[in-house]
């Protein structure tokens, strides 16, 4: 019997606002515990928490971009639960009337391109932090109650880990473009919970679902759902029912363990939110937000493909995410060559950022420094090999290739008189290969190619020492 | 009676509360006769009446992105029961 599995997400990001989404405290992380709080935020008795007009523009700007009906009237609620991370034992939230409903996103695995439904985005207060480090107790930090965040959820479109990894990116490179969260996993920017559950393929009917929370990085997230799915499989096989319930994903172990059932249900008594008006969103507003949304992973790729002619897949791996993106083009308007700027910047960049411990956020060479160094390959001042070395002493040095290759006599021999002096010795030298090109064996071009390199230390320039190579043995063969 | 002694003693649990059996059957009278009244309420015809979303007619009460002054962590913890290391100590919870 074949299984599908079914997959539904939840999504959950901090919003880039610079105070909390009810008070005026900063978000900032890794500040010391308790230090960014207030009454608002701590849960006295008596305080009114007014809303951030960023978050609503910020959560708008979300929306839109992830292709959602943007509500006309919407409203906080409360959700309560008791749970010391949550110092007024309930969270703002939104229940029935969202902020933004209905969206879609596109998705491509394995080259089959698939629409995963989004059922609606709220915006809610992030919760503290408990610390487990005391002897007699649990300590809590409050600095990150009240950051505000989004939560996305989709419909159970989604089919594999893979699935479930290729949305997830594609909403944190659409999020990030937008600039209205970092989406940065290790600080908890962005958080997977995940539905799943397993059916017959060809059945309609939901299978029992159990949801997986608080998964914090991609790798996380597909091991998770792999686990899961095999788990539930083989209950299925053995002929057990699965248990409705809140399993704990243990990223170290790489398995999950039952958390709570589902018979201490959830009954969160949500109600509206008193202390807090209904947010009316006008047409205008709406449009606004919209006409100054920038141009998305999709349109640029599309963009990349047509105006700079490179191929689905350079243009693919650019606009991936918007710094990479940005540097891209301010390169591009420097030196109009795309395809040369791509290739650098997918081949040989990546393994440097890696051997540097750098990303693209904070990379240690400009634009203009890469495009410097392109034209001196370009205008064969430098080989392409002699390049990949000048940008290695980039990255580490983040001097000007110029000055690397003037300091290190890096410049190719261009020069045929002095090429050629090299080379007559080296032909004189190896008759063998004469005369295995007099038989026909063009191989021993390739030796002798290789012996000019060595003598000159790599700084020949390749088509020049070859057509040199070819006159000076056509002499010697005559 | 429109409440039941389950519904009584299912809500204390969501409320942490805990009664004795004479006083969850007093509630469940009680809390009852209070429902049973807003069920008045039912006999009206709202069916041209727009759903009431908010009791407040207000809308659109927010505030600019500004950062202010915080209380320093000595302030924050001044009124906690218990504290260490500069947090809320609570008694400890489970993961
Ligand atoms: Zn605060």
Redesign the pocket.
Known sequence: MEYEIVIGMEIHIELGTKT?IF???PTEFGQDENT???????GMPGVLPVLNEKVVEYATRAGLALNCEIAHFSKMDRKNYFYPDLPKAYQTSQFDLPICTGGVVGIEVDRVKKDIGITRIHIEEDAGKLLHESADGTLLDVNRC?VPLIEIVTEPDLRSAEEARAFAEKVRNILEYTGVSDCKMEQGSMRFDVNLSIREKGCEVLGTRTEMKNLNSFRALIRAVQYESKRQIIEIKKGHTIIQETRKWDDTKGSSSSLRSKEEAHDYRYFPEPDLVPIVLEPAYIEKIKSELPELPEAKKKRYIDEYKLPEYDAGVLTTTGVTARFFEEAVALYNEPKQISNWMMVEIPPLLKENELSMENISITPAQLVALLKLVKNNEISGNTGKEVLKEMFSTGKNPGDIVKEKGLAQMSDAGELEAIIEKIVSDNPKSVEDIGAGNDKAYGFLTGQVMKATKGKANAQVANEIIRAVVAKHLA | MSLTREDVTYVANLARLEFSEDEVTALADQLGAVLDYAETLSGLDTSKIKATEHVLAVQNVFREDEIKP?LTNEEALANAPESEAGCFKVPRVME
């Open positions: 909390k008070c005026s405290c960014h709080t207030c009454p608002v935020c701590l009240g | 915080c």
